[in-house]
């Protein structure tokens, strides 16, 4: 049976574990095209996900910090920009290929307004994680300011005569969000792995597993941990109605 076959069969995470556990020989002739067709699953399933809590999310009145930049869909994939970022950048893991070929934005950030408007059931669903993936532009901008820091470090440091800095900045595809350490999301390129890690944060959250946890709480995870973790900060991060939003924005998520 094909990796394909059985995540179709549900052993998501186990395929998706097996394929990552392969390390770089996932892009052998005999396993990548297989290795393709779960990434394109995956990342078919995530998007039906965000769509539908994008739709309920504009039912209830959430307000987007960035509404045009909120969601941005291509119905069929489209490889043309991802061709093109590749060349210039380096190899995508497929799981983020196959993403870029569908999604060209993504940003669940909620207006500061709205976080913090005492009278709505959705005061505060936004506290400390955010469900965003730049677009691949807004990565490329990322990369360059980080280029022209690292530029900037070099010089001063040569003025000082220390030796910190001298080596070229190893490119990389940075996407939106970051740890509790202030380290922005994003991995090294070229990736040649069916996933890579978004995030490190006590402890490495690929993309597929970002994606899983975010989906498990209908895109927030405050409305679980909310209780649990600010009950000493409730001035500061106002409760949003967990026991309305929860069902209606987890309603029918479709396991990936």
Not at 148 to 164: G, I
Not at 212 to 221: E, L, M, T, V, W
Request: hydrophobic share 35%.
């Amino acid at each position: 049976m094909t990796y394909y076959d059985r995540y179709k069969n549900g052993e998501c995470r186990e395929v998706c574990s097996e394929l990552l556990a392969m390390g770089t020989a996932v892009r052998d002739s005999a396993v990548v095209e297989d290795a393709a067709a779960v990434a394109r699953e995956f990342v078919s399933r995530a998007v039906r996900n965000v769509k539908q809590i994008h739709s309920r999310l504009l039912g209830l009145g959430y307000a987007f910090r960035r509404p045009k930049k909120a969601l941005v869909v291509r119905e069929e994939p489209c490889y043309r920009e991802v061709n093109a970022f590749e060349r210039e950048m380096g190899t995508l893991p497929l799981v983020v290929r196959e993403w870029y070929a569908r999604v060209e934005s993504l940003d669940f950030g909620q207006s500061e307004d709205q976080f913090r408007q005492s009278d709505s059931d959705l005061k505060g669903l936004e506290w400390h994680y955010e469900l965003l993936v730049w677009s691949l532009d807004e990565a490329m901008l990322a990369w360059a300011e980080l280029k022209e820091q690292h530029q900037e470090l070099r010089e001063h440091y040569r003025r000082e005569k220390m030796n910190l800095y001298q080596e070229d900045p190893v490119p990389c595809l940075i996407t939106g969000g970051c740890a509790s350490n202030n380290d922005s999301d994003g991995f090294s390129l070229p990736c040649l792995e069916f996933d890579a890690v978004k995030r490190e944060d006590g402890e490495s959250l690929t993309y597929t597993d970002f994606f899983r946890k975010a989906f498990q709480y209908g895109g927030f995870p405050v409305l679980t941990c909310h209780d649990q973790y600010l009950k000493q900060h409730t001035s500061l991060y106002p409760r949003p109605n967990i026991e309305r939003l929860l069902p209606l924005l987890t309603q029918d998520i479709i396991a990936l």
